[in-house]
């Protein structure tokens, strides 16, 4: 009976349900970006480059084909979605985060004895060096 509360334990636990839920909307995330690059960002080179897929891209050598193109299609998928989780998400995720750390000073927890200028504790009444009065 105990293995199966420490089990109920496991899951239950706060790291395995962030886990779970954040591999969710990883994949969910996954395929709006994939959508982005596939939809936008592959045609956006397509019209320029006016080649819209690489994979007919190859060269023979001693009877070996090499897919380049193939190659060049992953190459390319693989910087566009960085580069759209990066500027569409880290980006401002780090400026959130910044501008959050900005607006919460923290309370000091220490104070300046204004006799001999020793930092103490901030609720102490008296100097731990001097024993002035602090007020």
Same mark, same amino acid.
């Given at each position: 009976?105990?293995?199966?509360?420490?089990?109920?334990? =496991?899951?239950? @636990?706060?790291?395995?349900?962030?886990?779970?839920?954040?591999?969710?909307?990883?994949?969910? =995330?996954?395929?709006?970006?994939?959508?982005?690059?596939?939809?936008?960002?592959?045609?956006?080179?397509?019209?320029?480059?006016?080649? !819209?897929?690489? /994979? +007919?891209?190859? =060269?023979?050598?001693?009877?070996?084909?090499?897919? #380049?193109?193939?190659?060049?299609?992953?190459?390319?998928? =693989?910087?566009?979605?960085?580069?759209?989780?990066?500027?569409?998400? #880290?980006?401002?995720?780090?400026?959130?985060? +910044?501008?959050?750390?900005?607006? &919460? !000073?923290?309370?000091? &927890?220490?104070?300046?004895? /204004?006799?001999?200028?020793?930092e103490v504790p901030k609720?102490?009444? @008296?100097?731990?060096?001097?024993?002035?009065?602090? /007020?």
């Amino acid at each position: 009976m105990t293995i199966l509360k420490e089990f109920k334990q =496991f899951l239950l @636990r706060g790291n395995v349900v962030d886990l779970a839920v954040g591999v969710v909307i990883g994949a969910a =995330f996954g395929t709006v970006v994939n959508a982005l690059v596939t939809g936008l960002f592959t045609p956006l080179i397509a019209a320029v480059a006016k080649v !819209p897929d690489f /994979s +007919s891209l190859f =060269f023979t050598l001693n009877g070996s084909k090499f897919l #380049v193109g193939n190659f060049l299609n992953a190459l390319i998928s =693989f910087v566009l979605v960085a580069a759209a989780i990066f500027f569409f998400v #880290v980006k401002p995720v780090n400026a959130l985060v +910044s501008r959050a750390r900005r607006e &919460a !000073p923290s309370d000091p &927890a220490t104070k300046k004895c /204004s006799e001999c200028l020793s930092e103490v504790p901030k609720d102490a009444k @008296r100097c731990a060096f001097c024993t002035q009065v602090i /007020s």
